[in-house]
């Protein structure tokens, strides 16, 4: 059983040109579309991190204000950090859900079909 699905799998990657896939018009919208979304998020988040990270080292009287009894700024600017990293995670699925998705499962609908075009000329052979 276990060969079996091995050799089908085999099978299913010399029926798929994959190459021709990358460089396909829709596969290349989708990473610029992916790109375009994921790089200035990155690029904000290191700058906030950093940003965190600097103050935490060179401005310690502004990281030491107390906000309220034990809480200070560091420790505001610190929870912001995870809230920042959940948001970020909510918001990437959403436009994954929205704008990658749809392109993505027209591209593996399409690789399906080829391999079940060329499964079904080989059983007839």
């Keep these: 059983m276990g060969n079996d699905a091995l050799s089908a799998e ?10 021709a896939v990358q460089q396909s018009e829709r596969f290349q919208r989708l990473r610029r579309r992916q790109r375009g ?8 988040c ?8 600097l103050l ?6 502004f990281m030491s204000t107390p906000v309220f009894g034990s809480v200070n700024v560091a420790m505001l600017l ?3 950090q995870v809230v920042t990293t959940f948001a970020v995670t909510t918001w990437y699925v959403s436009f994954a859900n929205r704008r990658l998705d749809p392109i993505a499962s027209e591209i593996r609908e399409e ?7 060329a499964s079904s000329a080989e059983a007839t052979r």
Excluded: C, K, M
């Design 10 to 19: 085999e099978t299913n990657r010399s029926i798929v040109d994959y190459r």
């Design 56 to 61: 935490a080292s060179y401005a310690h009287d």
């Design 78 to 80: 610190g929870l912001a």
């Design 37 to 44: 979304f994921v790089f200035p998020v990155l690029g904000a």
């Design 46 to 53: 290191l700058v906030w991190y950093l940003a965190y990270v």
């Design 111 to 117: 690789i399906e079909a080829e391999i079940a075009d």
